[in-house]
T-cell receptor, first 112, second 113 residues
């Protein structure tokens, strides 16, 4: 089945700096890659997603890039703000499946 | 904005007892999912449900687990005889189509004593 690795596990940045979180996946047929933000005591909230027919997608301060050849995708947050502090999960769906396989998460701390 | 809701927010039970976790998916969605997250670990897929039957299930989803859509709005997860290791956050999710974005509920924290 699909395996998703996520790095780093923790990330601290100064407010206003950029943050980058990287994930790799194992199933070359995977075609959907969402990113979720989880705040303490809450469920995962989708922040951006990308499909395998697109290399990059941007939504205001958040962007995701996908490299199908290398089987990795990354989340980029620019101009970070304290409210960006949370745990971020990447995920992927394997071939012929709708189940999401999640990475282990990255705890992002934005220091004011 | 439509959202997935879950009840209860926290459930405490004794080992060996049955629990039912409830979810109300987004109203026009067709695919429903249960995931769980043991404290400090990643979110793990349990089961997906479409057209009144299970579409996929993981190895975690053994005979102790069952799902049901008893009416047009609710989607439930039943654990027949809870074990200590069932303690986790259980998330319900729904999507309009199978390949669509999955929207997660706030979760139910299950504590098995």
């Amino acid at each position: 089945g699909e395996n998703v690795e996520q790095h780093p596990s923790t990330l601290s940045v100064q407010e206003g700096d950029s943050a980058v979180i990287k994930c790799t996946y194992s199933d070359s047929a995977s075609n959907y890659f969402p990113w979720y933000k989880q705040e303490l005591g809450k469920g995962p909230q989708l922040i951006i997603d990308i499909r395998s027919n697109v290399g990059e997608k941007k939504d205001q301060r958040i962007a995701v890039t996908l490299n199908k050849t290398a089987k990795h995708f990354s989340l980029h947050i620019t101009e970070t703000q304290p409210e960006d502090s949370a745990v971020y999960f990447c995920a992927a769906t394997g071939a012929g499946s709708y189940q999401l396989t999640f990475g282990k998460g990255t705890k992002l701390s934005v220091i004011p | 904005e439509p959202e997935v809701t879950q009840t209860p927010s926290h459930q405490v039970t004794q080992m060996g007892q049955e629990v039912i976790l409830r979810c109300v998916p987004i109203s026009n969605h067709l695919y429903f999912y249960w995931y769980r997250q043991i404290l400090g670990q990643k979110v793990e897929f349990l089961v997906s449900f479409y057209n009144n039957e299970i579409s996929e299930k993981s190895e975690i989803f053994d005979d102790q687990f069952s799902v049901e859509r008893p009416d047009g709005s609710n989607f439930t997860l039943k654990i027949r005889s809870t074990k200590l290791e069932d303690s986790a956050m259980y998330f319900c999710a729904s999507s309009g189509q199978g390949a669509d974005t999955q929207y997660f509920g706030p979760g139910t924290r299950l504590t098995v004593l």
